[in-house]
């Protein structure tokens, strides 16, 4: 599995953003991570492996939303309304395979395969 994050950019608080993440060999649960400077990665959000069911934690719920199309391989993450605490590099990963159609692990330790980051910029 191969995963690319692209997307990312310098916008003002107020500004909306979407990130893709494409994928070779995507039947996985697909998740989104950030680590802003002298912070941990955290998890953002996931989506299951057919799509049928998200989450989000909860800092960016109700802004962000994750949604994935397998015709092309992607997964996005549509960020709205943006603060300047949303900045920092955001990843894409795919969970370890899993059976369970419905699986949305959020721990970073579920996940087998990350692209490199792409850093998302938000000014006051």
Known sequence: VQLQASGGGLVQAGDSL???????????????FRQAPGKEREFVSVIS?????T????SVKGRFI??????????????NHLKPDDT???YCAAAFANAR??????QDTAYAHWGQGTLVTVSS
């Open 66 to 79: 994750i949604s994935r199309d397998d015709t092309e391989a992607a997964v996005y993450l549509q960020m």
């Open 49 to 53: 492996r057919r799509g049928g069911v």
């Open 101 to 106: 159609t419905f699986y949305v692990p959020v």
């Open 88 to 90: 920092a590099v955001y």
């Open 18 to 32: 979407r990130l893709s993440c494409t994928a070779v060999g995507l039947d996985r649960a697909i998740g989104w």
């Open 55 to 58: 989450s989000y934690s909860d």
